[in-house]
């Protein structure tokens, strides 16, 4: 058989300070901070509309969020409200919604807890079912409060830049210690100093997993430092229009401070030049060249597909063997008639019937229903419900067409037998269903196997594990939820700050 020929190759445009291959909320992080600086920035993007995880799709009138919706960041005061102060650097704002309760636990044993904005009332809803760890359950939290609170102290800039860590540490030197302190923690070693009951600690466990994916033992402190304290502090916030708006308004911002962003530009390889990273070529043969270049893609796919096998660096090989992909997810988008919901439905839900299972295939159930805070989101009278849990691709692939649809419908039909005994009538009262798997996460996200993202293969000293934002090739940075410090959109638009501060230091910015 012939073989196709590759597309030409065409060199496109001056050369630029900086690439940006995705448009996550990581990389439109770092290529508004760069711009912003006067930096001459390009993001290429393969999809049609930038975010990524935290993009947005409409179908017969509903605007679903493809991935995040319960969203940190967008407090008014301290250091870690990080997406305001994202947009607030190319001039945008974004009007959002706060949420009363961050989520509604529906566990196994009767443990039926809102976790309120307000912290008091918080603990109050938990000490009800557990009276005997009272002062337990306020010592524990208190503690994550204390690494929240030295991080609200400081800017969050690259961990890279010794003249920031010095100055840092001279202005700030109690919560500089605090932090390293708690680096190399675990949020499980930490839980049991002061908490005995077994099923309160499972409660804690299901707190870190419905973020971190991993249980309390394999959990960073730093990262629970800022999950369990701000969503008391700054609060959980759902921005008006949806999640999507806010890579819209980080790709204005970008657009007015002379950045420039591609769709459909699909990086196929990294250039490099005698071991450094020189440009990037493009699917459709055109090639462009800068000084630096940002993957925003996750590690896997940055190492494994984008360079050479040949040039990976070692300490990429041992990352690997520390950290593995998480599985991805089954998601249902629903439409629903509004009457479903009972009266006083919160957003979030997480749903379990077996502690066993927390961890397992459809195990967790995790629901989201922004339009309890913006109704616009979906036709008058309708609600949407995007409700989604753990699956692995491997049980995806290699199917028939018919094979994967009824495969689909049968995983579907689970979920909403589980969301009936919370939403009664769900299933009668449905207007529109889709159904992705992991394989439609790869597809659309572009993340190897529809991951989630990197989770310790076994328990790690902390966050001491995760990558910052150079890596071994010159000229090459990572971003976004695969470096320092992990998932969510908070905490890769920390990595996108910490990645375009060590860049524009390197480009004498
Ligand atoms: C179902 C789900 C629910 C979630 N819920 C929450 C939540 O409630 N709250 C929260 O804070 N977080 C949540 N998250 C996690 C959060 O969405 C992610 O951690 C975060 O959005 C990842 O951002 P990122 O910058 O790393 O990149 P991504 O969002 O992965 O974006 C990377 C971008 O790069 C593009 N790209 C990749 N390769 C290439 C290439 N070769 N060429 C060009 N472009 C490329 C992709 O198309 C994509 O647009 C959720 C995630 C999922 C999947």
């Given at each position: 058989?012939?073989?196709?020929?590759?597309?030409?190759?065409?060199?496109?445009?001056?050369?630029?300070?900086?690439?940006?291959?995705?448009?996550?909320?990581?990389?439109l992080v770092?290529?508004t901070?760069?711009?912003?600086?006067?930096?001459?920035?390009?993001?290429?993007?393969?999809?049609?509309?930038?975010?990524?995880?935290?993009?947005?799709?409409?179908?017969?009138?509903?605007?679903?969020?493809?991935?995040?919706?319960?969203?940190?960041g967008f407090?008014?005061?301290?250091?870690?409200n990080l997406l305001t102060r994202a947009l607030e650097a190319v001039n945008m704002t974004l009007?959002t919604?706060?949420?009363?309760?961050?989520?509604?636990?529906?566990?196994?044993?009767?443990?039926?807890?809102?976790?309120?904005?307000?912290?008091?009332?918080?603990?109050?809803?938990?000490?009800?079912?557990?009276?005997?760890?009272?002062?337990?359950?306020?010592?524990?939290?208190?503690?994550?409060?204390?690494?929240?609170?030295?991080?609200?102290?400081?800017?969050?800039?690259?961990?890279?830049?010794?003249?920031?860590?010095?100055?840092?540490?001279?202005?700030?030197?109690?919560?500089?210690?605090?932090?390293?302190?708690?680096?190399?923690?675990?949020?499980?070693?930490?839980?049991?100093?002061?908490?005995?009951?077994?099923?309160?600690?499972?409660?804690?466990?299901?707190?870190?997993?419905?973020?971190?994916?991993?249980?309390?033992?394999?959990?960073?402190?730093?990262?629970?430092?800022?999950?369990?304290?701000?969503?008391?502090?700054?609060?959980?916030?759902?921005p008006?229009?949806?999640?999507?708006q806010i890579a819209q308004k980080l790709?204005q911002g970008?657009?007015?401070?002379?950045?420039?962003?591609?769709?459909?530009?699909?990086?196929?390889?990294?250039?490099?030049?005698?071991?450094?990273?020189?440009?990037?070529?493009?699917?459709?043969?055109?090639?462009?060249?800068?000084?630096?270049?940002?993957?925003?893609?996750?590690?896997?796919?940055?190492?494994?597909?984008?360079?050479?096998?040949?040039?990976?660096?070692?300490?990429?090989?041992?990352?690997?063997?520390?950290?593995?992909?998480?599985?991805?997810?089954?998601?249902?988008?629903?439409?629903?008639?509004?009457?479903?919901?009972?009266?006083?439905?919160?957003?979030?839900?997480?749903?379990?019937?077996?502690?066993?299972?927390?961890?397992?295939?459809?195990?967790?159930?995790?629901?989201?229903?922004?339009?309890?805070?913006?109704?616009?989101?979906?036709?008058?009278?309708?609600?949407?419900?995007?409700?989604?849990?753990?699956?692995?691709?491997?049980?995806?692939?290699?199917?028939?067409?018919?094979?994967?649809?009824?495969?689909?419908?049968?995983?579907?039909?689970?979920?909403?037998?589980?969301?009936?005994?919370?939403?009664?009538?769900?299933?009668?009262?449905?207007?529109?269903?889709?159904?992705?798997?992991?394989?439609?996460?790869?597809?659309?996200?572009?993340?190897?196997?529809?991951?989630?993202?990197?989770?310790?293969?076994?328990?790690?000293?902390?966050?001491?594990?995760?990558?910052?934002?150079?890596?071994?090739?010159?000229?090459?940075?990572?971003?976004?939820?695969?470096?320092?410090?992990?998932?969510?959109?908070?905490?890769?638009a920390?990595?996108?700050?910490?990645?375009?501060?060590?860049?524009?230091?390197?480009?004498?910015?």
């Amino acid at each position: 058989m012939e073989q196709k020929p590759s597309p030409p190759v065409r060199k496109v445009g001056q050369k630029l300070d900086a690439i940006v291959i995705g448009s996550g909320i990581g990389g439109l992080v770092t290529a508004t901070q760069l711009a912003a600086k006067g930096a001459k920035v390009l993001v290429l993007e393969s999809y049609l509309i930038p975010g990524g995880s935290s993009g947005y799709f409409e179908r017969q009138g509903y605007r679903f969020d493809v991935g995040a919706s319960m969203i940190f960041g967008f407090g008014r005061k301290g250091t870690t409200n990080l997406l305001t102060r994202a947009l607030e650097a190319v001039n945008m704002t974004l009007d959002t919604i706060p949420d009363p309760v961050q989520i509604h636990y529906h566990l196994p044993d009767g443990l039926d807890v809102k976790v309120d904005r307000n912290y008091e009332q918080f603990l109050q809803n938990i000490t009800t079912y557990f009276p005997h760890e009272q002062q337990g359950i306020r010592r524990f939290y208190d503690e994550c409060w204390q690494v929240f609170n030295c991080l609200n102290r400081i800017d969050l800039l690259s961990l890279e830049e010794p003249r920031y860590l010095f100055r840092v540490f001279s202005q700030h030197p109690l919560a500089c210690l605090g932090l390293a302190k708690y680096l190399p923690c675990n949020v499980g070693d930490i839980a049991r100093r002061y908490i005995k009951d077994p099923l309160l600690l499972k409660f804690i466990d299901i707190e870190c997993y419905c973020w971190s994916v991993v249980p309390a033992d394999m959990t960073p402190m730093i990262n629970a430092g800022m999950v369990f304290s701000d969503r008391h502090y700054g609060g959980v916030n759902y921005p008006q229009g949806g999640v999507g708006q806010i890579a819209q308004k980080l790709v204005q911002g970008l657009k007015e401070v002379g950045g420039e962003i591609k769709y459909q530009a699909r990086v196929k390889k990294i250039l490099t030049r005698r071991g450094k990273a020189v440009g990037v070529e493009l699917a459709n043969g055109n090639v462009y060249y800068a000084k630096g270049i940002v993957s925003n893609a996750t590690r896997w796919d940055t190492f494994n597909k984008l360079l050479p096998e040949n040039i990976k660096p070692t300490n990429e090989k041992k990352w690997q063997q520390r950290y593995k992909k998480s599985p991805s997810f089954l998601s249902l988008h629903i439409g629903v008639r509004a009457e479903v919901l009972p009266q006083g439905t919160h957003c979030h839900h997480i749903l379990l019937d077996d502690w066993n299972q927390m961890a397992d295939v459809g195990g967790t159930i995790f629901v989201s229903i922004p339009t309890l805070l913006d109704a616009n989101l979906a036709p008058a009278g309708y609600h949407i419900i995007h409700a989604f849990t753990p699956h692995w691709i491997s049980e995806w692939q290699g199917l028939s067409a018919k094979e994967y649809a009824i495969r689909k419908e049968k995983a579907a039909k689970r979920v909403i037998a589980r969301l009936e005994k919370i939403f009664p009538g769900l299933n009668a009262g449905l207007d529109y269903l889709s159904v992705g798997t992991p394989r439609t996460h790869r597809r659309f996200l572009g993340r190897e196997d529809g991951t989630y993202g990197p989770i310790p293969r076994r328990k790690l000293w902390g966050l001491l594990g995760m990558p910052l934002n150079r890596t071994a090739i010159p000229g090459l940075y990572c971003v976004g939820d695969s470096t320092f410090p992990g998932q969510g959109l908070n905490a890769v638009a920390f990595s996108g700050f910490a990645c375009a501060h060590r860049m524009g230091v390197d480009l004498g910015l």
